[in-house]
């Protein structure tokens, strides 16, 4: 087997923190209940929008949906960022620039009582799923032959 400490190093760095995605992706999903009431709270006081009504549940589900918008175009995106940027300028750089950002939106939502940053978090969090199989590409063009299945089955096997 190919023994290189770096690239060892390298592997399991991407396979550890590059999961950030995988996580934004369920922050919907594992905190449905206070995200929701958040919903709620801040669209009736600020729209006067009930949290029994039609528009509330369109409004709910845009919001949950917008992940898939950011899937869509981080997926038409992805052949034009990686010929532009590089195939490590996209899945280091630009994905963890998107991912800070997708976090701080995320975060920023609830201290600001504005569901809307939610949805522009969530968006940027579907981009950041979507560019992680660019990671993928560019750890199968730098590991050696001899060990590149087991890198990317490596970095793959932090989530996804």
Same mark, same amino acid.
């Given at each position: 087997?190919?023994?290189?400490?770096?690239?060892?190093?390298?592997?399991?760095?991407?396979?550890?923190?590059?999961?950030?995605?995988?996580?934004?992706?369920?922050?919907?999903?594992?905190?449905?209940?206070?995200?929701?009431?958040?919903?709620?709270?801040?669209?009736?006081? &600020?729209? !006067?929008?009930?949290?029994? +009504?039609?528009?509330?549940?369109? @409004?709910?589900? %845009?919001?949950? *949906?917008?992940?898939?918008?950011?899937?869509?175009?981080?997926?038409?995106?992805?052949?034009?960022?990686?010929? &532009?940027? !590089?195939?490590?300028?996209? +899945?280091?750089?630009?994905?963890? @620039?998107?991912? %800070?950002?997708? *976090?701080?939106?995320?975060?920023?939502?609830?201290?600001?009582?504005?569901?809307?940053?939610?949805?522009?978090?969530?968006?940027?969090?579907?981009?950041?799923?979507?560019?992680?199989?660019?990671?993928?590409?560019?750890?199968?063009?730098?590991?050696?032959?001899?060990?590149?299945?087991?890198?990317?089955?490596?970095?793959?096997?932090?989530?996804?």
């Amino acid at each position: 087997m190919y023994h290189n400490p770096r690239l060892l190093s390298v592997v399991f760095f991407h396979a550890i923190f590059s999961a950030f995605g995988d996580i934004q992706a369920s922050v919907i999903n594992y905190m449905a209940v206070p995200l929701r009431t958040f919903f709620e709270r801040s669209l009736q006081q &600020r729209f !006067g929008i009930g949290p029994n +009504s039609e528009i509330f549940e369109f @409004i709910y589900s %845009i919001i949950a *949906s917008s992940f898939f918008g950011g899937v869509f175009i981080a997926g038409a995106i992805m052949a034009i960022c990686m010929e &532009r940027l !590089g195939r490590k300028g996209t +899945s280091v750089y630009l994905r963890s @620039i998107l991912g %800070i950002l997708s *976090s701080l939106a995320m975060l920023s939502a609830k201290w600001l009582d504005k569901p809307e940053l939610f949805l522009i978090g969530h968006f940027l969090a579907g981009m950041v799923q979507t560019l992680k199989n660019v990671l993928f590409i560019y750890m199968a063009e730098c590991a050696p032959t001899e060990c590149r299945g087991w890198a990317v089955t490596i970095i793959g096997s932090g989530g996804d």
